[in-house]
Structures are given as structure tokens and as C-alpha cells.
DNA sequence: CGAGCCGTTGAGGGGATTCAAGCTCAGTGG
DNA sequence: CCACTGAGCTTGAATCCCCTCAACGGCTCG
């Protein structure tokens, strides 16, 4: 990954000020880029904020922008044919959001904020028109379109199967991914927990609260949990040896 | 989609007309380019045919090559962390296989062919060297890789999760897409089903049967099924409601 | 014909769901 | 200060659906 600042340090603009001080440059998609398109870039790009609960876009809105994750956690959800709500896929600090209005289209999936979020708003037309003059930017594009669709088969091969227990196991594991150092880790509500592994809200309660019982993990409030990252990978190792 | 040649009439190559009899030149991944690239195009193109049964390629193979499928039925497969095979997703006429090997990494799936199978094989290099030069393949390219997200939400969300029933219903409409025209629908084996709606052998081949003795379906041998598209619908639908 | 693969069917058990009842806790207003 | 309230979490009991284990039948092929 290149180290390339995203903006210029000696710009007056403020908007260019912020954008050098993203902690992102690095990782975000403009990482690829050079300085010189990045000076033309920063003035497009509007930073946003969401608290938890509260929505990006929806599914099926007509989009014309996409969003760097700078801090936070999003998760994308659609609503199936049945009409239950299902958690496909958790965005962290770096990843593109929204990516499918680049080819046209509208978004989706419904994008919410799971903890209180800060993100670089960046029109589609702005990424358009760079990837035109760019093709290392449309490599990188097309890189995470790769990775979201790992992600994707990950998230329901090893999240949404098995046993109710290995799968609130691997979704604490994930979790633990998302959350920076030794900091307790977000912890979704039952419901969205549910929704994530396709468990009713009663099995992930059981659940939850057996590995508290075992001492795997201990809730401070219902929103955040220490974990035993070492313990509850053996636990996991012990159950696929089980099954 | 575009209804340009895939390759020139008149030319003399025994590939090139062969490609030039291809029925896929409309909705294969060149149909966006002219006529003078394609021109250089086919002397790179190898037809390949696959038995029902027989690997296409492995995951984490190096891979230098992606596929059109011309015809038949391919299925991706990967093995959970647990072990167990899993069907993550189908391929159908006209569909690209194995384009992660574009951005220079391994396949990530095994493709094996369902039925038996023509595919066109393109070296990634040319594709490569042609992405540079046409932006408009890069495009198309990110097309069907936005494609085969949406697909693999519908995969998990729609076939792999709810009772056993209404997996089995929507797998045979599914299957029914596949199928060109009023022809019998291609049934894999039960342990196939079994892989891709993550159920036991003994499950699926109860549902299939009951489906059979409730007039749904009529079963030609074990591989070959003949659908009543509007009754599954409809007992789709039943399930549905009541849940 | 026997071996092996594949599909079918039955009986029993287990794990998740369903239904239902308390519980905790924050916010509100008397 | 405290009762009231509602949202979210926990727990229990009963049910149901799928899995497991097992036996058997049809078919192909050596």
C-alpha cells in the first residue's frame, strides 16, 4: 500500500488542511494517486458524521456519491424476500462504501452507522473522471470490488452456518478485528446480532450469556465487551473438532 | 448490450471463424469493443470443453486465464474452515469465470462444470492489455464483478437460509433460469443440492420427493427434472405468507 | 452377479424456534 | 423521591424442524 499523502501539506485551503490530517491517506482509495490529481481533488469532498443508528443512504436511493470509512463501524443490510431484515456485511475504517453508483446505478444496500462514524463524502463523477485519466485507480476500484465480494462469502460461509454457538464465537472474533487495540469491543444488540447471523434475538441472548458464564467475555453495559481473543479461539477450535 | 461481432466474417483462421460462430457475442465480456481490436483478439482464444464432472480449475491455483462460458452450467465451490464443501454460486451463458485472476492473484474458488460445458479461454494478459487501452472494458468489467456481488447476496440470502422447504422451491426456479426454453431443468446430485442450500442429503431428497408426490415436479432419471414453474410460485408464495 | 454409487424412507434425538414471563435500566413526570 | 413506562435483555418450557443413524432399493458397470 502507498504512503502517498492524500493532500498537500502546504495548502491553505481548510477543506485540504482536514484531508491531510484523514489518519486514511494511506489506505483510502486515492491512495494510488499522486500529489498532482490530489490537489484537485479536495475540494469535492465534504466530510460527514453520523451517531450510532443513524442511516448513510438506502437501498434502491439514486446515488452520486461514495464515502471513505475514516472511523467507526457501518453495516450494510437489505431486507430479503421474506421480509426479514439480514446484516450482509460490516464496513471498517478505510473501506468504500456505496462503490456501485460508480457504474450508474442506485445503492444496494441500506448503509447505518453501528457506532458513532466520521467519513469523506466524494461524488461519483469526481472518481469517474480521475478513473478515466487514471487506470491505477480503476485497478484499485476493481481490487475491492474483489475484496467485498471475499468478504461476502466469508461473512455467510463462516458467520451464518454452523451452530448457533461457533457462530456467535467467529462474529465476537470479527468484532475483535474491528475494534482498535486493546479497547472493548462494540457489541450490536440482540437483535442486530440476529440479524447478522441469522439467529432469532432468544439464541443469541443464550448464547451471549453462556460465554459470559465461562468467563470468555464480560459486558460492561449492552453495548461493549472485553473479550478472551485467546479463549475464544480455543473454544472455537474446540468446537470444529467436535463437530 | 451490444450485438456487435465478436469476430470478423471474412476472416480465414480456422479460430476465428469458429469464435465467429460463437453465439455469445452479444453478451460475452468483448462485446464492448470494435471490430479492429477484436480483430487481434481471437488468435489468443482457445475453445475448451469440459465433461459433466470435471474441474475447469482449483482455488489458490495461479491462474493466467478467465472463461466465457458458452454453454452449460459451472459451479464455484469452496471448503469452510469446518470442512464441509460448500456451492457458493452458479454460472450460467454468457458469464465470465475467473476474473479475479486479473488483478494478479490466485482463482478463489474451484469451478467445476454441471453439465458438459464450452468456454472460451482468453490469457489474462490480453485482457489485461486491452483494459488499458479501452476503458470501456475496465467498465465492463466492473459491471460483472458488481454482478456477481448481487448474485451472491441472492445465493446465501434467498437459497441457503429459511426451512428446507422454500430452499428447495427457490433452487428449482433458480435452476429454471438456467435452462434455455420449455427443456427439462438440469437436477444435480442430492449431495449437490445439499452443498448449495446447506442442508443434509436425506433432507433434500425428502423435500425433491415430496415435492414429486405433490405433482410439483416430474423426475426423467436423476439428473433431469421437469418443472411446474407457476405451481412452484405459487407454493413459493404459501410458504411465505404462513411465515 | 456382486460391488458401489446414489436416492429414498423411517425412527429417534438434538438444537433452534416459539411463546411467554420476568428482569434491568434509563427516561419521564407526578 | 419514586412510581410508571417502554425498550432491550434474559430465562424457561414446549414445540418443531432438521440432522443423525440406519436400512433398503434401483441402477450401472466391471
Same mark, same amino acid.
Given at each position: 500500500?502507498?504512503?502517498?499523502?492524500?493532500?498537500?501539506?502546504?495548502?491553505?485551503? /481548510?477543506?485540504?488542511?482536514?484531508?491531510?490530517?484523514?489518519?486514511? #491517506?494511506?489506505?483510502?482509495l486515492f491512495?494510488v494517486l499522486?500529489?498532482?490529481e490530489l490537489?484537485q481533488i479536495?475540494?469535492? %469532498?465534504?466530510?460527514? !458524521?453520523? =451517531? =450510532?443508528?443513524?442511516?448513510?443512504?438506502?437501498?434502491?436511493?439514486?446515488? @452520486?456519491?461514495?464515502?471513505?470509512?475514516?472511523?467507526?463501524?457501518?453495516?450494510?443490510? #437489505?431486507?430479503?424476500?421474506?421480509? @426479514? $431484515?439480514? %446484516?450482509?456485511?460490516?464496513?471498517?475504517?478505510? @473501506?468504500?462504501?456505496?462503490?456501485?453508483?460508480?457504474?450508474?446505478?442506485?445503492?444496494?444496500?441500506?448503509?447505518?452507522?453501528?457506532?458513532?462514524?466520521?467519513?469523506?463524502?466524494i &461524488?461519483?463523477h469526481v472518481v469517474q473522471a480521475l478513473g478515466t485519466l487514471h &487506470?491505477a485507480l480503476l485497478?484499485?476500484?476493481?481490487?475491492?470490488?474483489? #475484496? =467485498?465480494?471475499?468478504?461476502?462469502?466469508?461473512?455467510?460461509?463462516?458467520?451464518?452456518?454452523? &451452530? =448457533? *454457538?461457533?457462530?456467535?464465537?467467529?462474529?465476537?472474533?470479527?468484532?475483535?478485528?474491528?475494534?482498535?487495540?486493546?479497547?472493548?469491543?462494540?457489541? /450490536?444488540?440482540?437483535?442486530?446480532?440476529?440479524?447478522?447471523?441469522?439467529?432469532?434475538?432468544?439464541?443469541?441472548?443464550? !448464547?451471549?450469556?453462556?460465554?459470559?458464564?465461562?468467563?470468555? %467475555?464480560?459486558?460492561?453495559?449492552?453495548?461493549?465487551? *472485553?473479550?478472551?481473543? &485467546?479463549?475464544?479461539? @480455543?473454544?472455537? $477450535? *474446540?468446537?470444529? %473438532?467436535?463437530?
Amino acid at each position: 500500500m502507498l504512503k502517498t499523502p492524500l493532500y498537500r501539506l502546504d495548502s491553505t485551503d /481548510p477543506q485540504a488542511r482536514a484531508c491531510f490530517s484523514c489518519g486514511m #491517506r494511506g489506505v483510502a482509495l486515492f491512495g494510488v494517486l499522486g500529489e498532482r490529481e490530489l490537489d484537485q481533488i479536495h475540494v469535492h %469532498i465534504v466530510h460527514v !458524521q453520523r =451517531a =450510532a443508528g443513524e442511516p448513510l443512504y438506502e437501498a434502491g436511493e439514486h446515488g @452520486d456519491s461514495v464515502y471513505t470509512l475514516r472511523s467507526g463501524i457501518v453495516r450494510f443490510e #437489505r431486507v430479503s424476500e421474506r421480509g @426479514d $431484515r439480514r %446484516i450482509v456485511r460490516l464496513a471498517g475504517c478505510g @473501506d468504500l462504501l456505496g462503490q456501485e453508483v460508480l457504474l450508474g446505478g442506485p445503492y444496494s444496500d441500506d448503509a447505518i452507522a453501528c457506532t458513532p462514524v466520521a467519513l469523506c463524502r466524494i &461524488p461519483a463523477h469526481v472518481v469517474q473522471a480521475l478513473g478515466t485519466l487514471h &487506470p491505477a485507480l480503476l485497478r484499485e476500484l476493481m481490487q475491492r470490488w474483489q #475484496r =467485498a465480494l471475499q468478504d461476502s462469502h466469508v461473512w455467510v460461509d463462516e458467520l451464518a452456518t454452523g &451452530p =448457533a *454457538r461457533r457462530r456467535v464465537l467467529k462474529l465476537l472474533l470479527k468484532l475483535g478485528e474491528y475494534a482498535q487495540g486493546s479497547e472493548p469491543i462494540w457489541l /450490536p444488540k440482540r437483535e442486530d446480532v440476529g440479524a447478522m447471523l441469522n439467529l432469532t434475538i432468544e439464541t443469541c441472548s443464550r !448464547q451471549i450469556s453462556q460465554l459470559r458464564r465461562e468467563g470468555l %467475555i464480560t459486558t460492561k453495559g449492552n453495548r461493549q465487551a *472485553r473479550v478472551n481473543l &485467546p479463549a475464544l479461539r @480455543d473454544a472455537l $477450535r *474446540r468446537e470444529d %473438532i467436535a463437530a
